[in-house]
């Protein structure tokens, strides 16, 4: 059989930052990769689906869809759980049936941030919003229907695609606007570009099928932890602004959804069982701010 991979979601931020490192693949192995935007397939059609994986017939699939309006999944419950919970069985179901390998990306909003050190694979979730809920309910359906795959727990993406924290205070700091940001959140800032070069190497690997033929949930996320707070701090000094940065408390940030106030995650197993890593958040965040144009 050919071998060709299948990333779903390729126009969000996950699926651009992969389409951004495929470019570093040489020609014959980037051939291997098909990216399907969310355009060219409504995800909520099971039928559509199953036609599209029938047609591109993938040993391995990228799903890098997921509904990450936060406080709008309040609003768009359904909607939600249909990408987040819904369409995860659905690949589940296709990549057991058919021989497939499924790599999926989840979240540190499956915890409710109750405890004070970095949350690891074994720690018991309990999601505070719908978001994290239907989150949840993906891993679950995954790790039930058990085709070979990894779910990998990611946290706080951002990068020069899409919409993220670190976008919006760059557009901030170029409006000249004050900064008011949450202090009492605090988690792992993730580069997407890290954590996409990270999941092609791991299906690039000739064995990944092998080596994941039962599913397997890993924590993957950048190394320290950061309050949104001091996440912008630094990207103020780094972009050598000097627009003032506020901080407010989750309380005083009206949100409609509940946030976690610690949803670090330890990434050590992955390192252990893989000998995978990302680099210091703030490492990375120099590295994106550099590819935006904001940094020297």
Not at 32 to 57: G, M, N, V
């Amino acid at each position: 059989m050919t071998r060709r991979i299948v990333i779903l979601g390729a126009s969000g931020q996950l699926g651009q930052a992969l389409n951004a490192e495929a470019m570093n693949l040489p020609d014959a192995t980037r051939r291997l990769l098909c990216f399907i935007p969310r355009q060219a397939l409504e995800l909520t059609d099971s039928r559509a689906l199953k036609h599209c994986l029938q047609q591109y017939s993938p040993s391995i699939i990228i799903n890098a869809c997921a509904y990450t309006n936060v406080d709008e999944a309040e609003r768009q419950v359904e909607l939600a759980w249909l990408i987040n919970q819904q369409l995860v069985a659905e690949l589940s179901h296709y990549a057991k049936a058919n021989g497939a390998a499924l790599l999926h990306c989840s979240t540190d909003y499956v915890f409710n941030g109750g405890q004070h050190q970095p949350y690891t694979e074994i720690d018991t979730p309990a999601p505070l919003n719908q978001y994290g809920k239907s989150k949840l309910a993906g891993e679950n359906a995954m790790l039930d229907i058990a085709p070979a795959g990894l779910i990998l727990r990611t946290s706080w993406l951002y990068s020069e695609f899409g919409h993220n924290f670190v976008r919006r205070i760059v557009s901030k700091i170029r409006q000249g606007s004050l900064l008011q940001v949450v202090n009492d959140q605090i988690g792992s800032p993730t580069y997407a570009r890290e954590l996409a070069a990270l999941c092609i190497k791991l299906v690039m690997a000739p064995d990944f099928t092998e080596r994941f033929a039962k599913t397997r949930l890993l924590h993957c996320a950048g190394q320290g932890q950061a309050s949104w707070y001091q996440l912008a701090q630094e990207i103020v000094r780094l972009t050598r602004s000097d627009i003032a940065v506020a901080a407010v408390s989750s309380n005083q940030w009206l949100a409609l959804a509940k946030r976690p106030a610690f949803s670090v995650l330890s990434s050590e197993a992955l390192t252990e069982q893989l000998g995978l890593s990302l680099p210091p958040w703030q490492h990375s965040l120099s590295i994106c701010l550099q590819k935006m144009g904001q940094s020297e």
